[in-house]
């Protein structure tokens, strides 16, 4: 049998998200398996030149074997106008196959944001995300009180899922103490239950 692996699926613009899959990859990594760090390309008119198929730094672009084969998946997006960014929801617009198969029914997932304001949209971002893994039949994990850090966050962290509160004048993105650990707990969390979902099947 394959070696599992959870997916940390996520798309990035400014790199504030990027970190935030870093940690929850770190999370993941912990319980002794893999985290497979995927990204997705924008999306542009059709008028425009298409981009190479490997992104010149950071994490390959995402296939749909990436996603059908996890035992688990971390998923996130910039929130963009209180939802998704147009790259991300148009990688899952592309997953009609998996679903038909039910690739993903069972599997557990999570989400993560990161946006410039504290209100802006970050819990109708990560509720929005979570749409289509339903509609996939997995298995949605967010993050519980007992973390310490859900209570004592001063920018971001949600018991929906881990974000971060990406302030203007930051120059380079950087991740609250706060907000770090709520990324490595659902990597945990994450990890953790993909190996005993994964030995019950
Ligand atoms: C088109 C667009 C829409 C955005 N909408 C919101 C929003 O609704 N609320 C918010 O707080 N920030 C919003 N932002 C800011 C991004 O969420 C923020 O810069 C985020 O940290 C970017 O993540 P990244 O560094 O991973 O690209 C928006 C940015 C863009 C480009």
């Not at 991300?88 to 038909?100: Q, T, V």
């Not at 973390?147 to 018991?159: D, I, K, M, Q």
């Not at 881990?162 to 994450?190: I, N, T, W, Y």
Request: a neutral charge; aromatic letters at 6%.
């Amino acid at each position: 049998m394959a070696q599992p692996y959870v997916l940390v699926l996520y798309y990035s613009r400014h790199g504030a998200t990027r970190l935030m899959a870093e940690e929850i990859a770190r999370g993941v990594e912990r319980c002794g398996l893999e985290a497979r760090l995927r990204t997705v390309p924008p999306v542009s008119p059709q008028t425009e030149q298409s981009l190479a198929a490997i992104p010149s730094e950071g994490a390959i672009y995402c296939s749909q074997e990436d996603l059908r084969d996890c035992s688990g998946l971390a998923f996130g997006s910039p929130t963009r106008f209180g939802n998704m960014a147009a790259p991300m929801k148009y990688f899952w617009d592309g997953s009609a196959n998996l679903w038909a198969n039910g690739s993903l029914i069972g599997k557990p997932a999570g989400v993560f944001t990161s946006s410039t304001s504290m209100h802006g949209g970050q819990e109708s971002t990560l509720l929005s995300m979570m749409l289509p893994l339903l509609h996939h039949g997995m298995l949605i994990c967010g993050l519980p009180y007992s973390e310490p850090a859900l209570h004592h966050s001063r920018s971001g962290g949600t018991p929906y899922g881990p974000s971060h509160v990406a302030l203007f004048d930051e120059g380079q993105p950087r991740l609250s103490d706060e907000e770090r650990q709520l990324c490595q707990a659902l990597g945990k969390r994450l990890g953790h239950l993909s190996l005993t979902l994964r030995q019950g099947a």
